[in-house]
């Protein structure tokens, strides 16, 4: 799934951020591990972790283009209400536990 979400974003020349749920971040911290001896440059696959506030903190942020999220319908909504007055793009996936931010 992290993969699946991640190649489209690299392969059209983004840079990722991606946080993972928050009880569950070391498949993402081996796959950025992977990442840098695949050698990707530095920067092009970020991971964050944290719990909720970080994922609204990524979501408000002006330099985030894009959501991708994976997760509860609940924070679904919530990211919706944010991105309809910033005007990113956005792509849900509702009914999962894992986050992912691209800009």
Not at 27 to 40: K, N, R, S, V, Y
């Amino acid at each position: 799934m992290l993969a699946w979400k991640i190649a489209p974003a690299l392969a059209t020349g983004n840079t990722v951020v991606l946080k993972p749920a928050e009880f569950t971040p070391l498949t993402a911290l081996a796959f950025a591990q992977i990442c840098e001896e695949a050698g990707l440059p530095a920067g092009v696959v970020n991971i964050v972790t944290g719990d909720g506030s970080t994922g609204e903190a990524l979501v408000k942020h002006s330099d985030v283009d894009k959501i991708a999220f994976t997760g509860s319908t609940e924070v679904g909504r919530a990211i919706r209400k944010v991105t309809a007055q910033s005007h990113k793009k956005l792509s849900l996936e509702l009914g999962w536990k894992i986050s992912f931010h691209y800009f």
